[in-house]
């Protein structure tokens, strides 16, 4: 059983920057890949960014060049660091293992508030 835990949500104004993190109860990430997702009130869920386990990133359109996935194996823990936060940013931010099996694995999710 794979445990996710998501952390670093918060308020940040427009323009700032923040760090999430998802801490697995294994070394898991060096195995499959993983995906950051999020969800705004009224969306559907969204792929935001994803790694293997190589450390290849992958992004989407709307956060390329402000997000960056990372991961530290020796902590078992994934990172998004959010820079240049936009208004439409927020939404809840979930982790997600492993990519390709959508049904299982995923954190409680961590709020993100961006405000203009």
């Known amino acids: 059983q794979v445990q996710l835990v998501e952390s670093g949500g918060g308020l940040v104004q427009a323009g700032g920057s923040l760090r999430l993190s998802c801490s697995a109860s294994?070394?898991?990430?060096?195995?499959?890949?993983m995906g950051w997702y999020r969800q705004a009130p009224g969306k559907q869920r969204e792929l935001v960014a994803s790694?293997?386990?190589?450390?290849?990133?992958n992004y989407a359109d709307s956060v390329k060049d402000r997000f960056t996935i990372s991961t530290d194996n020796a902590k078992n823990t994934v990172y998004l660091q959010m820079n240049s936060l936009k208004p439409e940013d927020t939404a809840v931010y979930y982790c997600?293992?492993?990519?390709?099996?959508?049904?299982?694995?995923w954190g409680q999710g961590t709020q993100v508030t961006v405000s203009s």
């Open positions: 790694i293997t386990p190589t450390g290849t990133p």
């Open positions: 997600h293992y492993p990519l390709w099996r959508p049904d299982i694995y």
């Open positions: 294994g070394n898991i990430f060096s195995i499959h890949a």
